[in-house]
């Protein structure tokens, strides 16, 4: 076990009224607890909802911004800055609209690029199909930004597609009983696989910003 605490945030990214999100990020963090304590990692769940950030609107554009966001005008824009500059990596839950990731996710990453690039992440996504799209969109834009985005990248779908698992999740925000053990049980191997993976990333040196240090 790594002698140095490292800091993860399971990053909730759906912002919905009636959402699984928060249940997702729990049974993650769930299937992870024993592996992190013994890789001497904290997980913390950072709901992106409870900064509410609006649409993007500071002067400076992110690549200005020293890390942390202390030179952002708006509290809510160095509160969610200050949160993901202090995690060492991510888990990002994705959750998937109009075949993509939610405007919500996307406008969040562009408050920020200082002190959050050069980090590893995993990326879970969720829906009826996994939330395939989501998944692929965000990997891109976060390796354009110089995130280590790791493999695999689990993609959760509902038991049945789009049936009744599926309607119990947008209509109630319910988690049904096939899908929580077809995720726990069936994509457990790839979820460890996925954390194993980001523990490997967390262990490599880098400099300050998250620069790999000269050879």
Do not use: C
């Not at 909802?49 to 824009?77: C, D, R, Y």
């Not at 991510?90 to 996710?105: D, T, V």
């Amino acid at each position: 076990m790594s002698a140095i605490v490292k800091n993860v945030a399971v990053v909730v990214t759906s912002t919905r009224g009636i959402r699984i999100g928060p249940s997702v990020a729990s049974l993650i963090s769930t299937v992870l607890e024993p592996s992190a304590k013994a890789a001497n990692i904290n997980l913390k769940t950072v709901d992106l909802k409870s900064f509410n950030l609006p649409v993007f609107n500071e002067s400076m554009p992110p690549m200005m911004i020293k890390p942390g966001g202390a030179q952002f005008e708006h509290e809510t824009s160095k509160a969610w800055a200050d949160e993901m500059n202090s995690h060492d990596g991510y888990i990002f839950i994705l959750n998937e609209y109009n075949y993509g990731m939610a405007g919500a996710a996307k406008n969040a990453i562009d408050y920020l690029m200082n002190g959050f690039t050069g980090k590893p992440a995993v990326l879970v996504s969720y829906g009826s199909k996994g939330g395939n799209l989501a998944n692929d969109q965000a990997r891109g834009v976060l390796s354009a930004m110089g995130l280590t985005v790791v493999e695999p990248r689990p993609r959760l779908g509902f038991f049945g597609g789009p049936g009744p698992d599926g309607m119990l999740a947008v209509t109630e925000g319910k988690i049904g009983d096939d899908t929580r053990k077809d995720w726990g049980e069936g994509h457990r191997a790839e979820i460890l696989e996925a954390f194993e993976k980001l523990g490997e990333q967390l262990r490599v040196p880098k400099l300050e910003g998250g620069q790999l240090p000269p050879n």
